[in-house]
Nanobody
Framework: QVQVMESGGGLVQPGGSTRLSCTAS????????MGWFRQVPGKEREGIAC????????DYHDSVKDRFIISRDNAKNTLDLQMNNLKPEDTAIYYC?????????????????WGQGTQVTVSS
């Protein structure tokens, strides 16, 4: 059974940075595309970044491109998200999951359950 646990985040000022981490178990981590997702209350959860198992191909949602950096450590089964130049509209609960990228560019969860997520609040 795939399990993920997100950590990091918290309250950050606009223009600031923070780093999220995710630890995954119950899967062949190095073989899986892994991604970050976020959800604002009242809106659908959206995929914002997806990285292949070998780390060679990365896709970002336009809203975070050039500000967020996804990375992974296959030896530790961890997935990170470095978030820079944060904006109030980045305020959301952030989740990690096995991801799939559609030809349209949309990033979706491939399978597995959602973790509890971690809250990021961008406010002065």
């Amino acid at each position: 059974q795939v399990q993920v646990m997100e950590s990091g985040g918290g309250l950050v000022q606009p223009g600031g940075s923070t780093r999220l981490s995710c630890t995954a178990s119950g899967l062949n981590f190095a073989a899986m595309k892994m991604g970050w997702f976020r959800q604002v209350p009242g809106k659908e959860r959206e995929g914002i970044a997806c990285i292949t198992g070998d780390g060679q191909t990365i896709d970002y949602h336009d809203s975070v491109k050039d500000r967020f950096i996804i990375s992974r450590d296959n030896a530790k089964n961890t997935l990170d998200l470095q978030m820079n130049n944060l904006k109030p509209e980045d305020t959301a609960i952030y989740y990690c999951a096995v991801c799939h990228r559609f030809p349209t560019g949309k990033i979706a969860k491939a399978f597995g359950h959602w973790g509890q997520g971690t809250q990021v609040t961008v406010s002065s």
